[in-house]
């Protein structure tokens, strides 16, 4: 689960990490009245979308005056970013950087242990100063029953400040940012940039926190922050319903049984040239009432243009499939070409089924299916 910065920020003056005043804001006015409010000279208004690198789309601009704090906040909140439209504004005082730093915990699956990196080059996208300059990040391990008691949190941050005017208020960071990560279930929880300001005081600038899911339910105070995107509010609903659906970009909508299968299917669209839209397990049965809900799901989704059934009939019944198929789409009004393939316990009867209907283009093995529905995404005959 992600949380927005300004809540992250909430958690993280919780804890003692000094982050810069700041308001959340819905309208141009309220950014105003905040930023009059608070009596700042400079301000940064920042959009609260949940995705990374803001600045470089332009959801992080620098204000000097009234008027700029109006007009970028009117601007931002009439926009999307990378597709989420921005309903929230974040004025904060605009701090004098002298220099910025990275630093985060996280999980390291290859250490088996949580991993606190560090960088003095902040500010900037970490995966690309990872790959281009590694040596510019600093890694420890995380001894979960030692934890990161003062000596450590000196230690560390003595890597990057050398007096311990600095060294203090770093180690004292590290501590509590750890504190909150362990105490909060976290997956991540990441400052990009600490800046230090040019009065020599540490601030955490940005703030983004990740949890693990399936922890929320003994965390019920993080949990009441999840904010979900519509698309995530579509994948909540199927979860109650009992499918297993991801939204993905592209226009492939896919509709299989089995986990495993429907990864199959994901990869032989790609294979074929195309991307899949979803990923949907419809899980073991498949009775007409569980499809039709699956394709309303299916086809929330404007940017489907060919559905691919893959069904696999082990328990359930290729022919019961079919019967289920063809009675959840005679209720159904789309003229989207639909391709199913059916195989295991009685698949001739089940195709001979479907072949009835001049709704569904039946293939017998799933390169044939795949193959047709790009086909018909690119309005090529099949
Ligand atoms: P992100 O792009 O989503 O990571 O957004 P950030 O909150 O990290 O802001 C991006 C960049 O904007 C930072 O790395 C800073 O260089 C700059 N920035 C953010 N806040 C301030 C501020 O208060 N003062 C100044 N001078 N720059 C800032
Ligand atoms: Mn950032």
């Not at 690198?53 to 005056?65: M, P, S, W, Y």
């Not at 560390?156 to 060294?167: G, P, Q, T």
């Not at 559905?307 to 009939?313: A, R």
């Amino acid at each position: 689960m992600k949380i927005h910065e300004y809540q992250a920020k909430e958690l993280f003056a919780k804890y003692g990490i000094p982050v810069e005043k700041h308001a959340l804001c819905h309208t141009a006015d309220g950014a105003l009245a905040a930023y009059r409010r608070m009596g700042l000279p400079k301000a940064v208004i920042k959009a609260q979308v949940l995705i990374g690198g803001r600045g470089k789309a332009g959801g992080v601009k620098l204000a000097i005056n009234p008027e700029e704090v109006h007009r970028y906040a009117k601007v931002m909140l009439s926009t999307s970013i990378k597709g989420l439209p921005v309903t929230k504004v974040l004025l904060s005082e605009a701090v004098a950087i002298a220099s910025e730093y990275y630093l985060s915990f996280t999980v390291d699956r290859n250490t088996r242990s949580v991993v606190l990196i560090m960088s003095n080059s902040g500010g900037i996208d970490i995966e690309e100063v990872a790959r281009n300059t590694p040596e510019k990040i600093t890694r420890f391990s995380i001894d979960p029953f030692i934890g990161i008691p003062d000596y450590l949190a000196r230690r560390f941050a003595f890597v990057y400040f050398d007096r311990i005017e600095l060294a203090g208020p770093m180690s004292r960071i590290i501590q509590s940012l750890y504190k909150l990560f362990m105490e909060s279930d976290a997956s991540l929880a990441e400052i990009n940039p600490l800046v230090l300001t040019t009065e020599e005081q540490l601030v955490a600038v940005d703030a983004k926190m990740l949890f693990d899911d399936n922890a929320l339910y003994r965390q019920s105070n993080i949990h009441t922050l999840f904010e979900p995107t519509a698309e995530e509010k579509i994948e909540t609903s199927a979860k109650e319903k009992g499918f297993s659906y991801i939204h993905m970009d592209g226009e492939i909508g896919c509709m299989v049984n089995g986990a495993g299968l429907a990864m199959a299917t994901m990869d032989m669209i790609k294979l074929y040239g195309a991307t899949p839209a979803n990923f949907l397990d419809i899980g073991g049965s498949s009775n007409p009432a569980k499809v039709i809900e699956a394709m309303k799901i299916l086809l929330h989704d404007e940017q489907v243009k060919v559905v691919l059934i893959n069904i696999f009939g082990g328990i359930t019944r290729c022919d019961d499939v079919a019967m289920g198929l063809l009675e959840a789409f005679e209720k159904m009004d789309t003229n989207i070409p639909i391709i199913v393939r059916l195989t295991g316990t009685n698949e001739q009867r089940g195709r001979e089924l479907l072949r009835t209907s001049t709704r569904f283009h039946v293939a017998e093995t799933m390169n044939e299916a795949t193959s047709w529905a790009v086909k018909s995404l690119k309005n090529k005959s099949i």
